[in-house]
């Protein structure tokens, strides 16, 4: 019986998994993964390359084009779906170890993640059996129009290491229940989870060849399923650096792209907000995950007037926050995932510090073990135009910036290259949902924060990505739209 309650004493070793069996690496090499938290080996997966993409592919290809899945029915789709959502339940405490070991999130956290998965499973189980096209009745008595979702085919999904369960659960069970096969990458340093679902998928009885893991570093075994002309679509969740090499890869064979990149994301506070409720989920939509969240509200934007208290508020909110050992369930906020993300973050604090921005609270590393950890931080009076205002900063940093009106607070709140999510604080009604219609997100919260279900599409405006996941919308994503005309009776002739 595994003791959750501490790091393991042995690595656990994982092969690829490709058309239905477990295999190594042609190069014979391996990852070890150290759990940022524990600073100890905690899992080994095998470091693929473009020999082992190139298995991968063609076995998801022939999967596809042999209609292994595809020609299965909605139903039949949502029997595997579901029964892989029960295996996932039964499972949760092992993924969610697993989950906190390599990316190093509160277990708790990781609890709650991996049963919101397993909802997904679920909701996409009933998206198999409603996914459906039209028909045209209206073309007179000798034509009937049909249009068909036809699955898009082969799709390579990239993962990365903030929610590797999660966003593979935003994505894999609506790609299977449109019918497509699946090439998946998980990020080199959180590839476990995504290997378990493989297990389970083969559990729940999903035929070999549809659902296929190969692991290793993005810039080999992601770019060779970026390149790959037997790839029809791409679904990539990263840094919009990567998102930039997919738009020139699909240039290759034109495969589709769905993009989720980058966000800059403002909580707006007006005066007629419940201040004590917004404080709190600013504080926590800042710090949640170690602030490692592509919707993390990272830009506070608050109504002048209330501008001083409500930044003791949220300052006291954040000196409250429980970071720790992310294996104690106590613990709201773990390590920081990477070694450069710790960088990147304590880097972005000195920029700010150094150009004179007021440091309200945090600000520094905690020592906890021998783990990385940041002090929830919070800045004041940031220069216009500052890289604490514009950059995602992927950690716990949030900077202040008071407005005076709703139009400058419109302003600031689009003056940004992204547009992922957007949280509005005001008991208003007329105001709380004229910002969200004014705001440029493809995420609107109002009063509440990072508020999901697999019911509600999720994607960006602007260079925060395309496409849609989740909801009815995420399996439209991965089909393709075909049209038919039937006529009827006796064609007349063109050449007399
Ligand atoms: P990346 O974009 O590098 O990683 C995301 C995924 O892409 C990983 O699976 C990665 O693999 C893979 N990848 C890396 N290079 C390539 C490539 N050339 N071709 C195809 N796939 C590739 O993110 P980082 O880990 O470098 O994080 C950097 C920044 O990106 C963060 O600070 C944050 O701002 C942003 N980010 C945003 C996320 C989001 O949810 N929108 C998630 C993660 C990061 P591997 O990890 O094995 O290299």
Same mark, same amino acid.
């Given at each position: ?14 092969? /690829? ?228 090499? /997919? ?113 309200? /609270? ?108 989740? #909801? ?23 050449? #007399?």
């Amino acid at each position: 019986m595994t003791d959750y309650s501490r790091p393991p004493s042995q690595i656990r070793a994982f092969d /690829c998994f490709i058309d239905g069996a477990w295999q190594k690496a042609q190069s014979g090499e391996t990852v070890t993964r150290y759990s940022p938290a524990h600073a100890r080996a905690v899992s080994e997966v095998q470091r693929c390359g473009t020999a082992d993409v190139e298995r991968a592919v063609q076995a998801a290809r022939r999967a596809f084009d042999h209609r292994r899945w595809s020609a299965r029915s909605g139903a039949e789709r949502a029997e595997i779906l579901l029964k892989a959502a029960a295996l996932i339940r039964e499972r949760r405490d092992e993924i969610a170890y697993y989950e906190t070991l390599e990316n190093g999130k509160a277990m708790a956290q990781a609890r709650g993640e991996v049963e919101g998965a397993a909802n997904i499973y679920e909701y996409a189980a009933g998206a198999a059996r409603a996914l459906h096209g039209d028909s045209f009745n209206n073309l007179g008595d000798k034509m009937l129009g049909l249009v068909t979702r036809e699955p898009i085919g082969v799709v390579g999904l990239i993962t990365p290491w903030n929610f590797p369960f999660f966003i593979l659960a935003e994505r894999v069970p609506f790609i299977l229940a449109a019918g497509c096969t699946i090439v998946c990458k998980p990020s080199e340093f959180t590839s476990a989870t995504s290997l378990m679902m493989a297990e389970i998928l083969a559990e729940a009885g999903l035929p070999d060849g549809v659902f296929n893991v190969v692991t290793g570093e993005g810039s080999t075994v992601g770019q060779a399923i970026l390149d790959h002309p037997q790839v029809d679509m791409v679904s990539f969740t990263g840094s919009t650096a990567v998102g930039r090499r /997919c738009v020139s890869a699909a240039a290759g064979n034109f495969k589709k792209l769905g993009l989720e990149l980058g966000g800059k994301n403002p909580h707006i506070v007006f005066a007629s907000a419940d201040l004590e409720a917004a404080a709190d989920g600013v504080a926590f939509a800042m710090a949640f995950n170690s602030g490692q969240c592509c919707v993390s509200g990272s830009r506070l934007l608050v109504e002048r007037s209330v501008a001083a208290t409500f930044e003791a508020m949220v300052a006291a909110k954040l000196a409250r926050i429980r970071v720790g050992d992310p294996l104690d369930l106590d613990t709201q906020v773990g390590a920081i995932t990477t070694h450069a993300q710790n960088q990147q973050i304590l880097a972005a604090i000195e920029a700010g510090q150094a150009e004179g921005a007021r440091l309200v /609270c945090g600000g520094k590393p905690l020592q906890i073990g021998q783990g990385a950890f940041v002090e929830p931080t919070l800045f004041a009076d940031v220069a216009a135009g500052s890289a604490l205002l514009r950059d995602e900063i992927f950690g716990p940093v949030l900077a202040v910036q008071p407005f005076d009106d709703f139009e400058e607070a419109v302003a600031i709140a689009n003056d940004t290259v992204y547009g992922l999510a957007a949280s509005i604080w005001s008991k208003d009604i007329d105001t709380a949902v004229q910002m969200g219609r004014r705001v440029q997100a493809g995420r609107v919260w109002v009063n509440c924060t990072l508020a999901g279900g697999p019911e509600l599409p999720i994607g960006g405006f602007k260079q925060s990505g395309w496409g849609r996941e989740t #909801g009815i919308y995420g399996v439209e994503e991965y089909t393709q739209i075909k049209s038919m005309h039937i006529e009827f009776g006796a064609r007349v002739p063109w050449v #007399g």
